[in-house]
């Protein structure tokens, strides 16, 4: 139970890895602002209201300020103050390459993706701060690291993530408010929907993650336990960091890799 009473925002809330975490961290005391841009949102906090959690639900666009105010304030008004944010909402931008992604695309992919986190520290790190410690947990990608796991909109937004950690980390020492991103590989949620799907119909989910040394995608609730583990006091002493969760997709420039137990040819 390592939020007990804990007042904790989850952005992108409405499915996937937000949901899970959100789940999660009812389960483990906390009292949770479910925020999405769909319906999905009030869905989340139906079940952990249902489990016998503490939800309140809030349809909001993470990129816009307005929200992203009004979100911190019904969480400081409902339980009394903030905790934890989780800044996870996102979106993929589709595959389109570097000449065929006009302005409008890659500046609207900006505006949720980036700027969305960044407005999440600059209006959550004061209010986490009065509290005298806390947490603010971004989520970038492995696409953010280097290239080859997306769009260049969606990949440039990202590393925009990584950085923005790193930066506010900085910026606000002496505040006991804590910023770390995890970096997902690829993960079972709406937006990869259709490849696990196209996987799934065809009998190719041994293709799925096939890349990675561990031969799979993840599940929602493996990210969201990384999340979790980042916002909480066992996490005290990891400041500015950027965490990979891709089953060790990005521990490797592009090699023909020996399979295990198997003898090179």
Do not use: W
């Not at 590989?185 to 196209?198: A, I, Q």
């Amino acid at each position: 139970m390592r939020f007990t009473d804990k007042s904790i925002i989850v952005t992108g809330a409405g499915s996937g890895i937000g949901r899970a975490a959100a789940l999660l961290f009812a389960s483990e005391g906390g009292r949770v602002v479910v925020a999405d841009k769909t319906e999905g949102a009030d869905e989340t906090a139906h079940l952990i209201v249902q489990a016998g959690g503490t939800a309140k639900a809030i349809r909001i666009d993470a990129g816009l300020e307005d929200d992203v105010i009004r979100t911190i304030a019904l969480a400081c008004d409902s339980f009394g103050g903030l905790d934890v944010m989780f800044a996870n909402a996102g979106i993929s931008g589709g595959m389109a390459n570097l000449f065929d992604t006009d302005v409008a695309l890659i500046t609207e992919v900006l505006r949720v993706n980036l700027i969305g986190p960044f407005l999440a520290i600059k209006h959550a790190a004061p209010r986490i701060a009065e509290r005298g410690k806390g947490a603010i947990v971004l989520t970038a990608s492995v696409a953010g690291i280097r290239s080859g796991a997306g769009s260049p909109a969606y990949s440039a937004s990202k590393a925009g993530v990584i950085n923005l950690a790193a930066v506010s980390a900085q910026q606000l020492t002496g505040s006991n408010v804590r910023v770390n991103a995890i970096c997902p590989g690829l993960t079972e949620t709406g937006m990869t929907k259709p490849v696990f799907d196209y996987a799934r119909e065809a009998n190719k989910m041994d293709r799925v993650g096939r890349l990675n040394p561990l031969h799979r995608g993840a599940q929602p609730e493996e990210l969201a336990k990384v999340a979790l583990f980042l916002a909480s006091d066992d996490a005290s002493y990891i400041n500015g960091q950027a965490i990979a969760v891709d089953g060790g997709l990005s521990s490797s420039h592009p090699v023909t890799r020996q399979e295990y137990g198997k003898t090179a040819a």
